[in-house]
């Protein structure tokens, strides 16, 4: 009876271990209800814990969900509305990575900070421009108008320049991705810069005259790239690749599975067409590394 019970148990285990395995051809008749061998429970998924601005990243992470899913990762979006909370989550390991910032601020984060955050993989570029506030037009700029910038190093930096690009201030020589409001050199209409943390910029728009918006920021205000800013960079310059938004990690965490999974998905075929069909030219998809 002991040997006709091992034998039993011996089978149950083959079948049991082979539907782990490539699945087989199907049989040519379903075993009947009573026959049928019990489910083997799911195995658990590896979560992915990643900190996200709302808009667009948490809504380009929805989008990865499923895909993820589908290869074993539990992926977890956690929204936050600030810039310094995502960085410090993922300095204190509490999160794997984190989705909002482009690279100049992330190495400005880090030297300002000590913490040690690097890229593992850029995945879209959103356009910084210049929005109508109370002047519709910039050939209206008057002399004394105010116009708001981010505060953040790189942020306001980027304002600045794309300012000067379109001829409203002059900057010092060789001033660029850390320049300030110290950094003007030429300011023929006197404008007033107001400077914002980044989130607080779109609020002021009924103040102002003009503000100078993120990206993500210009979403969440309701304005378009496309329609509404009055100026903006190319999609063609060196910006996209200096201000890509990127995967942010604790560094050696950057080649981990899940971690390369992750950004594998995000900058594939699905997530790049959601991208260019629902933000109208704010969100580009980023293609190198």
Partial sequence: ?????????????????????????????????????????????EKITVA???????????????????????????EFQDYVQPNNVVEAGEFDANYFQHIPYLESFNAEQGTHLVNAGGIHYEPFGIYPGTKKDLAELAEGDTIAVPNDTTNEARALLLLQDN????????????????????????????ELEAAQVSHVIPEVAYVVLNGNYAIEAGLSVAQDALAYESSDSEAAKTYVNVIAVKEGNENSDKIKALVS??????????????YNGGVIPFDGE
Avoid: W
Avoid at 63 to 71: D, G
Avoid at 177 to 187: H, K, M, Q
Avoid at 268 to 278: A, D, L
């Fill in 167 to 194: 001829g409203i201030i002059k900057l010092k020589e060789g001033a660029g991705l850390t320049s300030t409001v110290n950094d003007i050199a030429e300011n023929p209409k006197n404008v007033k810069i107001q």
């Fill in 52 to 78: 996200a601005s709302t808009t667009p990243h948490a809504e380009i992470l929805a989008v990865a969900k499923p895909i993820l899913a589908e290869q074993g990762y539990d992926l977890e979006v956690t």
């Fill in 1 to 45: 009876m002991k040997k006709i019970l091992s034998v039993v148990l011996a089978a149950a285990f083959a079948v049991s271990a082979l539907a782990g395995c490539a699945a087989a051809p199907a049989p040519a008749a379903a075993p009947a209800a009573s026959e049928a061998p019990a489910a083997e429970a799911p195995a658990a998924s």
């Fill in 265 to 278: 998905v995000l900058k594939g075929e699905e997530v790049r067409k959601y991208i260019e069909e629902n």
